[in-house]
């Protein structure tokens, strides 16, 4: 076997293993997504079950003294949430700050909005309503399939009134 033969099948071997590999990727992507392990509807999910779980502590730990669509006002503390440019320049971030200065990043790069609302009977927080859409940008979206690019996604959290810490 000659020298250009030899390097004829090594090219043939790459470029085929190189399709495979390209397939095997886009698999593995099609794969995560359809298990909702990756883009805005995963995120969002992630992201609301974070913040159900802080304002179940915020009403079980700390007691919820009042909250309106600007704070979150507990015995010991306040709590507000920051939108922010990203640091990367996509999109905008979500913080939850309290009043110590202390941060907690919430959602990187994908924010479009995020809102919450007091749920009240008879003058009583029960619960609260939290209203996020997200939205990918940059190369991660490139990667996704359309229907993994967005998400606007509803939630409401029930705050037991048995478990709740009286200010």
């Known amino acids: 076997m000659s020298l250009i033969e030899t390097v004829a099948c090594v090219m043939i071997v790459v470029a085929m293993a190189t399709s495979i590999i390209g397939v095997m990727q886009g698999s593995i992507r099609v794969a995560a997504a359809s298990r909702g392990v990756v883009g805005a509807p995963a995120e969002a999910r992630q992201t609301l079950r974070f913040l159900a779980n802080r304002f179940r502590a915020f009403h079980e730990v700390e007691g919820i003294v009042s ?80 229907i993994d690019r967005e998400a606007k996604t509803i939630t409401r959290v029930c705050l037991v009134p048995q478990f709740a810490v009286v200010p």
Request: proline letters at 2%.
């Open 67 to 146: 909250i309106d669509k600007s704070s979150i006002q507990c015995t010991g503390n306040t709590y507000k949430f920051d939108e922010r440019k990203s640091d990367s320049g996509l999109g905008k971030d979500l913080y939850l700050v309290d009043d110590a200065g202390n941060e907690t990043l919430c959602v990187s790069e994908s924010l479009e909005t995020f809102e919450y609302e007091p749920i009240t009977v008879a003058g009583i927080v029960v619960g609260v309503e939290l209203r996020l859409h997200l939205k990918k940008s940059g190369d991660e979206f490139a990667t996704l399939r359309p």
